[in-house]
């Protein structure tokens, strides 16, 4: 699910690699074929093999050096630098002009991702100025056809590098800002419950402790007013403790319409295409309450146990059906998530299932019916 930072990562870093290995192989065989035909002695030939494949390899390092906010890697970014600047002056001819362009490209673009881009634009005038001349000269060229191409290269591909990170970085950061919503959405809701329970215990408490020590002063000297007063501080436990019981089961208790909303929104974050059919009008809210544990709960195993890129869900007359494809491998054991959401189906008077339909697919359907 490419929506996933880590797996965008490997996707980003993994496909540049790719590149700078291809043109790697080309620019090893073109330097052998000119060695074998004799346009280019073996030893000069070697050499700039060495260089340019020195540069290549640095330049993954450079690269992951830039998404992962890693200090700049000045010490490679030089020492690649001379590789290039070297090597550029002992290309040959036979390579033609668009050697220079993708050497000095490629080691700008590696530049202009890990400073600030005064420097690069810098580090791209010198460049160019190195370039045209040494194309014009080669290749004969007129100096405007050779300041355009060569100019043109040098800013596509450091721009090109530098989308790459932007790319990343804002995917990195729309994951990180769900994740901290998240967390602030818990932390809200302990603070709620936690002020539930002050207001609604705080008082309580402070009574039953004074007519417990009332009670205990009296036992001595008034025996009735004693056991009154320890039977008002019964009846204020006994209400504090409704109260508390009133408050969990509120607050364990959820909308359906949310909870469906918030699990499309969570899975098509996740990289699953998600779609909802769902008629509730009809229903009980004690019903609305199991079918959205059931909501919740199906779409954390989606999350935990698959690699879905799809999900349907679908509510029609107290039955829900959750089909979801990406299950590989043998179906584990139902795990204690799904068992709990049956227990507490087959109480209320429902029923549960949840198995692999198709093995090719990998399609998984849940199914939870509750009471009409």
């Known amino acids: 699910m490419a929506a996933r930072p880590e797996l965008a990562r490997k996707v980003l ?37 060495v ?36 090597s550029i002056m002992l290309i040959p001819p036979g390579l033609g002009t668009s050697t220079w362009e993708i050497v000095a490209g490629l080691w700008l673009a590696g530049l202009a991702i890990n400073v600030r ?12 100025a190195i370039t045209v001349p ?5 290749s004969e060229m007129g100096l405007f056809v050779a300041l355009v191409g060569e100019g043109v290269t040098l800013v596509i591909t450091p721009l090109a590098m530098w989308l790459w ?37 705080g008082h309580s408490l402070s009574v039953i402790s004074i007519k417990s020590e009332l009670a205990a002063k009296l036992s001595a000297k008034d025996t009735a007013r004693a056991a009154g007063e320890m039977s008002q501080v019964r009846e204020l436990a006994g209400g504090a403790l409704a109260e508390v019981q009133a408050a969990v089961e509120g607050y364990r208790s959820l909308d359906l319409s949310l909870e469906l909303a918030t699990v499309r929104a969570t899975l098509e974050a996740a990289g699953a295409r998600c779609t909802v059919e769902a008629s509730t009008d009809d229903l009980s809210p004690a019903a609305r309450a199991l079918l959205a ?36 491998g043998p179906q ?31 399609e998984f359907l849940l199914r939870a019916a509750v009471p009409a």
Request: glycine share 8%.
């Open 13 to 49: 870093l993994y496909w540049m690699d790719g590149m700078v290995a291809f043109i790697a192989v080309a620019f090893t065989i073109m330097l052998f074929s000119l060695a074998a035909i004799g346009t280019l002695s073996p030893g000069r030939a070697f050499l700039v093999g």
């Open 51 to 86: 260089l340019l494949l020195a540069q290549f390899a640095m330049f993954p390092f450079v690269l992951r050096a830039a998404y992962d906010d890693k200090p700049r890697p000045t010490v490679l970014l030089a020492v690649s630098g001379l590789a290039m600047l070297v």
């Open 117 to 128: 881009w005064r420097v690069s634009v810098a580090f791209g005038v010198v460049l160019a």
């Open 134 to 138: 040494l194309a014009v000269y080669v």
């Open 165 to 201: 990170v932007w790319l990343w970085r804002t995917i990195r950061d729309a994951h990180e800002s769900q994740e901290a919503k998240s967390r602030l959405a818990v932390a809200e809701e302990r603070l709620r419950f936690a002020r539930d329970l002050h207001d609604l215990l």
């Open 293 to 328: 544990w059931a909501v919740r709960e199906g779409a954390t195993n989606i999350l935990k146990h698959s690699t879905a890129t799809r999900c349907a869900i679908t509510i029609d007359r107290g039955v829900l059906e959750m089909r979801n494809n990406g299950v590989k």
């Open 332 to 362: 584990r054991s139902t795990g204690s998530g799904l068992r709990g959401l049956s227990e507490r189906l087959t109480a209320a008077g429902g029923t549960f299932s949840a198995s692999v339909t198709d093995s090719d697919s990998g």
